[in-house]
């Protein structure tokens, strides 16, 4: 259903700019609190926050309908750190959308030396 959706969104209005690159990455994580049972497996940012926390981080490739990569974390693991999975994925001509949090040095050197697209929002 996602897919369709996606599709059916990107198909008229930005058809003509993502045609423009060989792939189209979205990368996002989202955190939820969890009990505090299961804090050795999944540590939460602790103080007055959830001593129990996980985090999803998925990787969404809108041009082929894909989901590349999609990780279940502790939510301390920072989004900085999850980027460095995925970034021996980056092709040359592929944009990659992520916001600020996902920055690294290392992966703005790849991205620059094939060629690649990077958008942070």
Request: overall charge neutral.
């Given at each position: 259903a996602m897919a369709q959706?996606?599709?059916?969104?990107?198909k008229n209005k930005y058809a003509e700019i993502f045609g423009k690159f060989t792939s189209?990455?979205?990368?996002?994580?989202?955190?939820?609190n969890l009990n505090e049972q299961v804090s050795k497996e999944f540590k939460g940012p602790?103080?007055?926050?959830?001593?129990?926390?996980?985090?999803?981080?998925?990787?969404y490739?809108?041009?082929?309908?894909?989901i590349n990569s999609f990780d279940i974390v502790s939510a301390v693991v920072p989004d900085q750190t999850l980027s460095k999975k995925v970034s021996k994925r980056i092709k040359k001509g592929a944009l990659w959308i992520r916001d600020l949090g996902y920055f690294s040095i290392f992966d703005m050197s790849a991205i620059i030396r094939?060629?690649?697209?990077?958008?942070r929002g």
């Open positions: 959706q996606i599709a059916h969104g990107f189209v990455q979205i990368e996002d994580s989202t955190q939820f602790g103080g007055s926050a959830s001593k129990s926390a996980m985090k999803l981080n998925a990787v490739n809108i041009t082929e309908h894909t094939l060629k690649a697209f990077f958008y």
